[in-house]
């Protein structure tokens, strides 16, 4: 199961800092071999407790406890207004944002961007309408899709007697809508009970808003934190959705000091040590001013924004497999070698075939290697657990 985050955000907002930031890896912590597939589609981390601190011996994939698990993210071309009428980068945006299973929306929050993402004073525009407004392009282009053969396929439904669920799923499938999606918006907004030859252009706008927010969750990263006008993060955090004050600006300075061998620094930690080295004047200042951001908002926030996203909005486990309960470790002795980022839910048998197909189809039993524990194939994972699989795969 492959997930993707996507990065969605006016021009300026600093959705570029944020990705670069975000996929910014010191290879060697990271572990993993490439960073940047193409210009905006890259692999950013979760952060997580590595498992290895229960047993003596360190894994050698992470840093002090802190294991980074790879995810894709995609930096989805700028959205102007109207994207959803094809203006500007509109199609190219929302074609890129369907490979996404959820969203993290790069606002401005310190106001000192217009609409269309030029520079105007710090304050001067409302935080808030950036939120509302990309949340409407996403659901007018489903509806613009749905719309588009509506009178034709609502007949056909009663004609044919097919389920409404399935007709409208196979119209909006390119935009990564499914039954279940469908079902649950139909349901949340009572349309359900209403005869769908009856609805008003109203109602699928309704629909489509719903079908939105199930299929593509949304967590805002209400960046330039640093310099934002605190009554403006106020308001972003009364939204009744996850608000993340970000300073993607710190965080990419932070990496790249990092990466430097400047300052010693974990993506997500509230402070960062100085290394000594060659620091300027002017980089040691810099640095200073970041520890007080970073002081101030807790973090420099992307890595919350990431784990946020991973653990709420997707709602996916770690799991780590091993293949000696009694070492976690391979056949060759590589401590925790590996970690898959699952579905809540998942069973030791889906575990077994994300290992290989093979593995899935002769799978045996599995072995809790904390408890050493036998688990039959539906025992539900917990996050974080060690599983040791069983089969009669060679
Ligand atoms: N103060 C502050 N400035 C930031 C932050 N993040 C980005 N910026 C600045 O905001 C400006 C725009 O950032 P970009 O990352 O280029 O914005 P973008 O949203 O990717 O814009 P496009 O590339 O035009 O789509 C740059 O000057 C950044 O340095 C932040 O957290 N704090």
């Not at 929302?94 to 004073?121: C, F, K, M, Y």
């Not at 613009?144 to 004609?159: D, H, P």
């Not at 709602?315 to 060759?332: Q, T």
């Not at 904390?370 to 194939?377: H, I, K, P, Q, S």
Request: net charge neutral.
């Amino acid at each position: 199961m492959s997930m993707t985050i996507g990065l969605a955000g006016k021009p300026n907002a600093g959705k570029s800092t944020f990705f670069k930031a975000a996929t910014l890896a010191d290879v060697e912590i990271a572990n993993y071999p490439f960073t940047t597939i193409n210009a905006n589609h890259g692999v950013t981390y979760v952060r997580v407790e590595c498992p290895c601190k229960e047993k003596e011996k360190r894994c050698g994939k992470c840093v002090d406890g802190v294991r980074l698990v790879p995810i894709d993210i995609i930096d989805v071309a700028g959205l102007v207004p109207d994207a959803y009428k094809g203006r500007g980068l509109g199609n190219t945006f929302l074609d890129e944002l369907r490979q996404a299973q959820a969203i993290i929306h790069v606002v401005d929050a310190s106001g000192g961007t217009d609409a269309e993402g030029n520079p105007v004073d710090i304050g001067d525009h409302d935080p808030l309408e950036d939120v509302a407004f990309l949340n409407r392009e996403i659901t007018m282009w489903l509806y613009g899709i749905l719309e588009r053969n509506w009178v034709k396929l609502a007949r056909k439904i009663q004609a044919e007697g097919l389920k409404l669920e399935v007709v409208i799923a196979e119209q909006l499938a390119g935009a990564g809508i499914r039954e279940s999606h469908v079902n649950a918006a139909l349901t949340e907004t009572g349309l359900a009970r209403l005869d769908h030859i009856k609805w008003s252009e109203d109602d699928m706008i309704r629909l489509c808003d719903a079908m939105r927010e199930i299929s593509k969750p949304l967590l805002i990263a209400a960046n330039k934190a640093d310099i934002a006008p605190r009554g403006n993060l106020d308001r972003l955090k009364d939204l009744d959705r996850i608000v993340v004050p970000t300073s993607a600006a710190a965080e990419l300075a932070l990496k790249s000091a990092a990466k430097n061998g400047l300052i010693k620094y974990s993506p997500g930690d509230q402070k960062f040590e100085i290394l000594g080295g060659e620091l300027t004047k002017a980089q040691k200042k810099g640095l200073e001013a970041i520890q007080k951001v970073i002081e101030r908002l807790g973090s420099t926030g992307v890595q919350e924004c990431i784990n946020r996203t991973v653990f709420e909005l997707l709602d996916l486990i770690v799991v780590y497999p091993v293949e000696d309960e009694g070492k976690w470790s391979d056949k060759k002795g590589n401590i925790l070698p590996d970690a898959y980022l699952m579905k809540r839910g998942s069973a030791c048998r889906d575990l077994a075939y994300q290992i290989h197909t093979e593995i899935g189809d002769r799978f045996l039993y599995a072995v809790d290697a904390r408890t050493r524990l036998r688990l039959g194939e539906k025992h539900e994972l917990k996050n974080g657990d060690v599983i040791k699989i069983v089969s009669t795969a060679k």
